[in-house]
Nanobody, 125 residues
Framework: QVQLVQSGGGSVQAGGSLRLSCVVS????????MGWFRQAPGKEREGVAC???????TYAESVKGRFAISKDNAKNALYLQMNSLKPEDTAVYYC???????????????????WGQGTPVTVSS
């Protein structure tokens, strides 16, 4: 069973930066896809950035050029560097992992069954 433990996040003013981390334990297939999702109050969970087993990345249009997803296979860790943060980025952020998610579904939260505990990010104007 895969377990994901998140760290990072917090509060920052608009234009600032934050970094989220997610450490994975348990058995991971080589073909695992991983990603970051977020959920704002009253809204559905949405995909932010994902990375497949080959290291190819996919981003939501709203974060392209500002956020960067990366992973360290040696540390079983996933990261999300968030720059130029905006108030609309305020949400609870979750990391997720799943085997062999098709590329066209990487940003779909319903494709993932293993989730981190969530960490709040607040961006003030």
């Amino acid at each position: 069973q895969v377990q994901l433990v998140q760290s990072g996040g917090g509060s920052v003013q608009a234009g600032g930066s934050l970094r989220l981390s997610c450490v994975v334990s348990g058995y991971m297939y080589r073909s695992y896809s991983m990603g970051w999702f977020r959920q704002a109050p009253g809204k559905e969970r949405e995909g932010v950035a994902c990375i497949d087993s080959d290291g190819r990345t996919t981003y939501a249009e709203s974060v392209k050029g500002r956020f960067a997803i990366s992973k360290d296979n040696a540390k079983n860790a996933l990261y999300l560097q968030m720059n130029s943060l905006k108030p609309e980025d305020t949400a609870v952020y979750y990391c997720a992992a799943e085997r062999e998610v098709p590329p066209w579904l990487l940003l779909h939260a319903g494709e993932y069954n293993s989730w981190g505990q969530g960490t709040p990010v607040t961006v003030s104007s």
